[in-house]
């Protein structure tokens, strides 16, 4: 069974930065797109960032663009999302998501399978 843990997450102050980690037991994280998903008390989920397994390129939301960078380590079988310049509206729970689909283009978020558990991240001064 495909698992994924979610760690980096703490408190912050706006302007600090983070790096979350998705590690990734049971399966090989870069046959598969991988997204970082992120959801706020009242809102809905939100796409913050995706790599795609086919030809790597990466997506941004634009709230997250420029400040926040996703990365793979193949040899670690983890991804990576760093967050810079944090601000109070990135306070969330930040999951990792793989697609189910092998080899594949980020999906849409509702095409999103495989959820970690998640971890919060709070930017408060």
């Known amino acids: 069974q495909v698992e994924f843990v979610e760690s980096g997450g703490g408190l912050v102050q706006p302007g600090g930065s983070l790096r979350l980690s998705c590690a990734a037991s049971?399966?090989?994280?870069?046959?598969?797109?991988i997204g970082w998903v992120r959801q706020a008390p009242g809102k809905e989920r939100e796409g913050v960032s995706c790599i795609s397994a086919s030809d790597g390129s990466t997506y941004y939301a634009d709230s997250v663009k420029g400040r926040f960078t996703i990365s793979r380590d193949n040899a670690k079988n983890t991804v990576y999302l760093q967050m810079n310049s944090l601000k109070p509206d990135d306070t969330a729970v930040y999951y990792c998501?793989?697609?189910?689909?092998?080899?594949?283009?980020?999906?849409?978020?509702?095409?999103?399978?495989?959820w970690g558990q998640g971890t919060q991240v709070i930017v408060s001064s």
């Open positions: 998501a793989a697609d189910l689909i092998e080899g594949g283009d980020c999906p849409k978020l509702s095409n999103f399978g495989s």
């Open positions: 049971g399966f090989r994280l870069d046959y598969y797109a």
